[in-house]
């Protein structure tokens, strides 16, 4: 049986001065299917240079380029989607404003919020977090079992997010996660972002 289970990047907490380069490493070290810009607490100007700055680098690379929070912005920038969490904006207004863009929702260890996400017309639902992780505090932990069942019985897909690292990804695989969404994993390898990505593929590949 072969996986269709696909890399989903998210930018670091904060962005070191040489992300461009690391960013360009990591999207061309492999299969990369998106790239989430998340940027907590920062301006709007802010956002849009930075927007600017690194959705050429993933568009070039037929990487979907995802703004976290603001589908307002998202629109306006010209990236690919946004992605919202359950405080953002409801989720039918984010859905009129993206139009045909992709909207991905969090729905932490909820299959309800999922549902109700999947009929405002989300175009994947994530769940996490599924093992502990330093960028965010998580209000609860997911389990696999919910993964598991979405996959099973909704078109949706999903993407599983919260510390997931080569080491521990096989089971979300296994479950029929669509998508890994990873941090620290690329971000904080010893050997770099590239090598990152390699050692994700490589684990996904094997599960």
Request: with cysteine; aromatic share 4%; hydrophobic share 45%.
């Amino acid at each position: 049986m072969t996986n269709d289970c696909r890399l989903y990047l998210i930018t670091p907490p904060v962005l070191p001065d040489n992300f461009e380069a690391q960013l360009a490493a990591a999207l061309d070290a492999g299969d990369v299917a998106a790239l989430q810009l998340r940027l907590k607490d920062v301006p709007d100007d802010l956002i849009a240079r930075t927007v600017d700055r690194l959705r050429p680098i993933a568009q070039s690379r037929d990487v979907a380029f995802i703004l976290n929070d603001r589908p307002d912005l998202a629109m306006k920038l010209g990236c690919d989607g946004a992605h919202v969490g359950q405080t953002d904006m409801p989720l039918k207004q984010a859905r009129k404003i993206l139009g045909e863009l992709t909207l991905g929702v969090t729905c932490h260890n909820s299959r309800h919020l999922a549902m109700e996400a999947a009929e405002a017309g989300a175009d994947y639902v994530a769940f996490g977090a599924f093992f502990p992780t330093s960028t965010k505090e998580p209000p609860e932990m997911a389990e696999i079992e919910t993964l598991q069942i979405w996959a099973e019985t909704m078109e949706v897909p999903c993407v599983a997010i919260g510390g997931i690292t080569a080491e521990n990804c096989a089971p979300l695989v296994r479950a029929g996660a669509e998508f890994l969404a990873v941090v620290g994993a690329v971000w904080n390898h010893p050997d770099g972002p590239a090598a990152g990505v390699q050692a994700m593929l490589k684990a996904i590949a094997a599960a």
